[in-house]
């Protein structure tokens, strides 16, 4: 914004990596199934550093920044599909979601800590030092990633390998594609224009949505992690679900520092439950030779709803209120997801 961009812009730019993502996902996907898995990590990382680098010798909003996120998409996409994949072949069956969602709270701790830390070095320092702050964080990642033992994957059926179709012929893995689309629409929203919102109703600290929902996801996710695994992914998912909706409801009618609390606080308490649930489900429904393939979908649904939505939601958040965007967002989701859980539960019971 200080750069003369819009609401709009916000939500263009930040969907500029999603979109790389998508393109990526087929690649990251087959490679992550054929080749050791650190290969991926060690592109991602690096990648990731040299693209940041670039940050401090272009600021044109509608080229280099768009081409940057791009290729940061590109990066995060061979990063997180095998970093994801890795954790859950490495976990026993009965603490896989248990694992997914450890995996998951060091994501939610940078959802908190990143913006958190990044307005600060920008309000003592400069911009500059954040872009530097950055690649040394990818630097260090790349670092720890070469003494990472990781062995070749064994290539039992090449075509399986490479067919990128197989993980669009099971009915369950579609639904659970969709539900990660309306989740990451929703949420990637709720985070990139999160901040924005609090400035604009004047609430301090600005990161008070953040913060609630990364404490309150955080003690879901490290005590109470277990409870899909011991009652079953779906049976934990229904309720969680609708609660996801009513907690991006009470953001849409936030006014104060209290509210903004108590919606960051169910959001993370429902959102900590579903994700990692959904990736479990996922991992179960595919065979050995698309797991990654199937991971990646899932992450590349994610980000391409929240893509999507992030365009979308800037514009109408410029044409209306930031409190009628996420209004809808709240609407979207909720009856969404009650729709197309109750169609993945008929098609398990079918095949069950």
């Known amino acids: 914004m200080e750069l003369g961009g819009t609401k709009f812009d916000i939500g263009l730019v930040m969907?500029?990596?999603?979109?790389?993502?998508?393109?990526?996902?087929?690649?990251?996907?087959?490679?992550?199934?054929?080749?050791?898995?650190?290969?991926?990590?060690?592109?991602?990382?690096?990648?990731?550093?040299?693209?940041?680098?670039?940050?401090?010798?272009?600021?044109?909003?509608?080229?280099?920044?768009?081409?940057?996120?791009?290729?940061?998409?590109c990066c995060f996409s061979f990063f997180?599909?095998?970093?994801?994949?890795?954790?859950?072949?490495?976990?026993?069956?009965?603490?896989?979601?248990?694992?997914?969602?450890?995996?998951?709270?060091?994501?939610?701790?940078?959802h908190a800590l990143a913006p958190t830390i990044s307005i600060e070095i920008v309000k003592y320092f400069?911009?500059?030092?954040?872009?530097?702050?950055?690649i040394l964080f990818a630097l260090l990642s790349?670092?720890?990633?070469?003494?990472?033992?990781?062995?070749?994957?064994?290539?039992?059926?090449?075509?399986?390998?490479?067919?990128?179709?197989?993980?669009?012929?099971?009915?369950?893995?579609?639904?659970?594609?969709?539900?990660?689309?309306?989740?990451?629409?929703?949420?990637?929203?709720c985070l990139n224009f999160g901040m924005v919102f609090a400035k604009s109703l004047n609430v301090l600290p600005l990161t008070t949505f953040?913060?609630?929902?990364?404490?309150?996801?955080?003690?879901?996710?490290i005590f109470f992690g277990w409870m899909p695994d011991k009652y079953g992914e779906m049976t934990v998912c229904k309720p969680a679900l609708i609660l996801y909706g009513i907690?991006?409801?009470?953001?849409?009618?936030?006014?104060?520092?209290?509210?903004?609390?108590?919606?960051?606080?169910?959001?993370g308490l429902s959102h900590a439950l579903v994700?990692?649930?959904?990736?479990?489900?996922?991992?179960?429904?595919?065979?050995?030779n698309s797991?990654?393939?199937?991971?990646?979908?899932?992450?590349?649904?994610?980000?391409?709803g929240g893509m999507l939505f992030s365009i979308i939601g800037g514009y109408v958040a410029e044409l209306f209120s930031f409190k009628i965007m996420f209004l809808s967002c709240s609407i979207i989701v909720t009856l969404g997801l009650y729709f197309l859980t109750n169609l993945l539960l008929k098609e398990i019971e079918y095949d069950s």
């Open 15 to 73: 969907s500029l990596a999603g979109m790389s993502t998508l393109l990526l996902t087929p690649i990251s996907g087959i490679l992550g199934d054929i080749y050791k898995k650190k290969y991926l990590l060690l592109i991602g990382t690096l990648g990731l550093s040299l693209v940041n680098l670039g940050f401090l010798f272009f600021d044109e909003i509608y080229y280099s920044y768009l081409i940057l996120r791009f290729f940061q998409g």
């Open 80 to 110: 997180f599909v095998s970093a994801g994949t890795l954790v859950a072949e490495n976990s026993k069956n009965e603490n896989q979601t248990q694992a997914l969602g450890f995996f998951g709270v060091f994501t939610i701790i940078n």
């Open 126 to 134: 400069s911009y500059d030092y954040f872009f530097i702050s950055t």
């Open 142 to 189: 790349f670092i720890i990633i070469l003494n990472l033992n990781s062995e070749e994957n064994e290539k039992n059926n090449f075509k399986k390998e490479i067919n990128f179709l197989i993980p669009f012929k099971d009915k369950k893995l579609i639904f659970l594609y969709l539900i990660m689309f309306l989740m990451g629409g929703t949420f990637l929203t």
């Open 210 to 221: 953040f913060i609630a929902y990364t404490i309150v996801a955080l003690i879901m996710r």
């Open 247 to 267: 907690s991006i409801f009470v953001l849409s009618q936030s006014f104060n520092y209290w509210t903004m609390l108590i919606s960051g606080a169910l959001f």
């Open 275 to 288: 994700y990692p649930s959904i990736y479990s489900l996922a991992l179960n429904f595919s065979d050995e």
């Open 291 to 304: 797991k990654t393939k199937v991971f990646s979908i899932c992450s590349v649904s994610f980000t391409f």
